[in-house]
């Protein structure tokens, strides 16, 4: 089945403690990004990856590195998570580029205390 | 960067009503214009797009227009149903800027 995984779905953690959400999917996509959503704010893209190696900034960067070591793999890593950072994560993907659907996983939603 | 305005934030009908949700957007460069609806507690997905080289597009109920001059785009939901609630996004550019979203509830 197609589809894009993330893990952990729920996390609740503390200010300060790195932590990684994995993000895979068997698709073959190229193109893979991260959003944040917010109550009132929407989604806003924090990175994304055109291809392997390939990575760039959102609009929300601050606080967030991503690694594109392999095409079905984008992990988000939070170095000093901060109460700010509690937040609903969705990893999304989409085949050449991302003028075509983004398929998005089922979402992580992260607590910082 | 690219700017999206979505409104409105909530938009509630009558089942059978019908239901249009506007976005504008800052960059004329922008060439791809996605429809995304988001069930509570579930991941958003894509229900419709259009690209810069086309006016309209329909999918049975659903209807997108695009005003390239205007840099408006509209989602179009006829005879509304119960099962339409949800949030509503809209996106523009090549990579793909937000709107805030629209909370469509349908009162049977």
């Known amino acids: 089945e197609a589809q894009v995984t993330q893990n952990p779905r729920y996390l609740i953690t503390v200010t300060g403690k790195k932590l990684t959400v994995t993000c895979s999917q068997n698709?073959?996509?190229?193109?893979m990004s991260w959003y944040r959503q917010d109550p009132g704010l929407g989604l806003r893209q924090i990175y994304y990856s055109m291809n392997v190696e390939v990575t760039d900034k959102g609009d929300v960067p601050e606080g967030y590195k991503v690694s594109r070591k392999e095409k079905r793999n984008f992990p988000l890593i939070l170095e000093s998570p901060s109460p700010n950072q509690t937040s609903l994560y969705f990893c999304a993907s989409s085949s050449g580029s991302p003028h075509h659907e983004q398929f998005f996983g089922p979402g992580t939603r992260l607590t910082v205390l | 960067g690219e700017n999206v305005e979505q409104h409105p934030s909530t938009l509630s009908v009558q089942e059978g009503d019908s239901a249009v949700i506007k976005c504008t957007y800052s960059d004329s460069a922008s060439n791809y214009f996605p429809w995304y609806k988001q069930e509570l507690g579930k991941r958003p997905q894509l229900i419709i797009d259009?690209?810069?080289?086309?006016g309209e597009k329909k999918d049975q109920r659903i209807a997108v227009t695009l005003n390239k001059t205007a840099k408006h785009f509209s989602l179009h939901i006829t005879e509304t149903q119960p099962e339409d609630s949800a949030v509503y996004f809209c996106?523009?550019?090549?990579?793909?800027?937000f709107g805030r979203g629209t909370s469509l509830i349908v009162h049977p």
């Open positions: 996106a523009a550019s090549r990579i793909p800027t």
């Open positions: 259009i690209r810069s080289n086309v």
């Open positions: 698709m073959n996509h190229e193109y």
